[in-house]
């Protein structure tokens, strides 16, 4: 699916990186400035969004560098 | 921007932080660029509406298996798993692993070496015209009809969930979509749909993660929900021995007859919708390996969409109702049970990937609607019975306008449904009408070369017939039930499958009986399209872990394996 054109994967890499590089944002921005008791999700003590959004980070940064339509096969 | 702002409202289910606005934004913007991206690269028939058959077996894989985790397939099989408890994991492995093996092994052949473009198509090429013309017309009205309560369906959610407006949501989602498949044709359907998948497993995987973490793991799981509802939710065989042991009201005969061989085949081996994914595969062997891929993947679906349901059972405070209780009470429906346990558990930015999950999945499901009812409409339709011998440009045309047009009509349906909610009910009962007996007539015509053209089209037409004459006996004597569904205990579920089965047998007869009376094609007429008269390219030189038939027994052995597991 790159003959002549960008990969899916690759446009797959960009969509999960800009969410990675948000979701990890909002995460951080939690644990500077946590909400109040009431307003946190159950298990915020995990805070999911720190080390899920991370993951897709990576993930993201891995499919943008391999299909990148710059890079030559 | 305002706009936007005010067709949001205060009081909702979540609420959605500037973070998880800004990633529902990036997805609707990502998937329009995608299809402006494509738009240089579908300028002929064979690419627009077969996305230049040179898909990769993953690409095809995952992108027939999207299409149908669309419409209502996330919120609605959570909220079964809800209701009925695990019991709702038979629509995801003996509602669909057989079939899709079957598809990928026995079926998929016929279909690509045919070259056909469509399900009709090959009818046409193996029944004549009169059968593709009886199937075509009724595949497209359908596919509208099931675009239109896709779209209804994904409008109120986001309306119930985040408060959005009907009119709003149902403008933007189905402008998208037109967009995108307009302008790249079924490429940028699969293109998306691939990325679509993608996102609800990044979306929708962490509700599970984190709900079998607060409960301690799937045995303490198990023993909250018997506490809360009942042990026999988390069987998946052990209750069916009667109608009334299981909250399904469903018989083991009904779930492996009427689903598993029937209502299953006749969907994923012959729904246009999900087989044209896999008829833009660039070679056999990718056209074959397709439907084993996607029902690899298909089994993991139950953790995102079954477990989310059996975790509510456990975890949330207040008890979930039926539809008209809970507007009733004001309390909370079923259908409501994947966004709480997502507002559960998920955080700013969490949040919005997960909503963007729902709304990528009814997208998905819309977008394969409408490049399914573009191609039949154009091919079987315009095409045979309108416009022969156009340019191909001209077809192509046609296709870039019908699929606007067929938005549009599905925007007309989402209005009807929501003016008459019953014909909601109705509708997905006509759907169901077909596919029992176009299963019957292809899979009689794929192996069996005695069948003729006569045989072929009233087969189809007496098993449609029969299955729409036993929905209407029982919807004016409820007490038929007990003939129908061999049970007066059976709901409605348990109908469906045995009206399925019944019908297909009808199909099945009456076609045998009329191909026996009339005269058949020779063998030469039917190659390529009948098993026994077509040569099959072997794949004995290619190493056993490339051969689709090894990849199908992985997958079989392991759907044995979690049926006896969660028994």
Redesign the interface.
């Known amino acids: ?1 790159r ?1 002549g ?2 990969s ?1 994967w690759f ?2 890499g ?3 990186l ?2 990675g590089i ?6 951080i ?2 644990l500077i400035a946590p ?1 109040a008791l009431d307003a ?5 003590n ?1 805070h ?2 720190v080390w ?2 991370a993951l ?1 980070l990576i993930f993201g940064l891995a499919y943008c560098l391999k299909f990148s339509p710059g890079r030559k096969t | 921007m305002t706009a936007v702002m005010a067709a949001i409202t205060p009081t909702t289910l979540v609420h959605l932080s500037a973070v998880d606005i800004a990633i529902i934004v990036f997805y609707f913007a990502l998937v329009l660029a995608i299809g402006l991206y494509l738009r240089g690269r579908s300028n002929t028939g064979e690419d627009f509406f077969m996305a230049g058959r040179e898909m990769t077996a993953w690409i095809a894989g995952l992108s027939f298996l999207s299409a149908n985790l669309g419409s209502l397939e996330l919120m609605g099989w959570a909220a079964a798993a809800y209701q009925y408890g695990i019991l709702a994991a038979h629509w995801y492995w003996i509602g669909a692993i057989p079939a899709m093996l079957f598809l990928g092994i026995v079926m998929m052949p016929f279909y690509y070496i045919s070259k056909t473009h469509s399900v009709p198509g090959y009818l046409k090429l193996r029944f004549g015209e009169s059968s593709r013309a009886l199937s075509a017309i009724s595949f497209a009205l359908m596919t509208l009809f099931m675009s239109g309560i896709n779209m209804y369906s994904m409008a109120l959610v986001l309306k119930v969930v985040l408060g959005w407006n009907i009119n709003f949501s149902i403008v933007i989602s189905s402008a998208t979509v037109a967009a995108y498949v307009a302008l790249g044709g079924l490429r940028s359907a699969i293109f998306n749909e691939v990325l679509q998948f993608i996102l609800i497993w990044a979306g929708a995987a962490l509700i599970p993660i984190l709900g079998l973490v607060e409960t301690g793991g799937w045995s303490n799981l198990r023993l909250q929900i018997a506490r809360n509802a009942s042990a026999e939710y988390t069987h998946l065989w052990t209750t069916l021995g009667s109608f009334k042991d299981n909250p399904m009201g469903i018989h083991w005969t009904g779930i492996v007859f009427g689903l598993g061989f029937i209502i299953s085949f006749g969907y994923w081996t012959t729904d246009f919708l999900v087989v044209q994914r896999v008829l833009s595969a660039k070679d056999l062997r990718s056209a074959k390996m397709a439907p084993i891929i996607g029902a690899a993947f298909k089994m993991l679906v139950p953790f995102i969409v079954i477990l989310p349901g059996l975790l509510g059972l456990a975890v949330l405070p207040m008890k979930l109702t039926g539809e008209t209780a809970a507007l009733a009470t004001g309390g909370h429906s079923y259908n409501e049970v994947l966004p709480l346990m997502l507002a559960r558990y998920c955080g700013p930015g969490l949040l919005g990937l997960g909503i963007t999950a729902l709304i990528a999945g009814f997208m998905s499901g819309m977008a394969g609607n409408v490049s399914a009812f573009t191609t039949v409409w154009t091919y079987d339709i315009y095409r045979a019975l309108i416009k022969k011998n156009e340019s191909d440009a001209h077809y192509v045309s046609m296709g870039r306008w019908c699929t606007v047009l067929g938005v549009f009509f599905s925007v007309l349906t989402a209005y009807l449904v929501m003016s008459f909610a019953s014909i909601m009910d109705y509708v997905q009962a006509l759907f169901s009408f077909f596919i029992a007996p176009l299963y019957g007539t292809v899979i009689l015509g794929m192996l069996w070369k005695r069948a003729t053209g006569a045989g072929g089209f009233w087969g189809l037409f007496a098993g449609t017939v029969s299955s729409i004459g036993m929905w209407a006996w029982v919807k004016i004597n409820p007490a038929a039930l007990r003939y129908v569904a061999l049970s007066p205990n059976a709901r409605d579920m348990a109908e469906n499958m045995y009206r399925a089965l019944w019908s297909w047998i009808v199909c099945v007869v009456v076609t045998i009986v009329v191909s026996c009376m009339t005269k058949a094609k020779s063998d030469a007429e039917l190659n390529g399209l009948v098993y026994g008269v077509t040569a099959i390219p072997h794949e004995a030189a290619v190493p056993i872990y490339h051969r689709p038939a090894f990849w199908a027994t992985v997958v079989a052995v392991f759907f044995v394996a979690v049926n006896i597991l969660f028994w």
Do not use: D, T, Y
């Open positions: 699916m003959e054109g960008i899916i446009f797959i960009v969509s999960l800009v969410n948000l979701i990890v944002g909002a995460g921005w939690e909400p946190r999700v159950v298990l915020f995990l999911a969004n899920w959004g897709l």
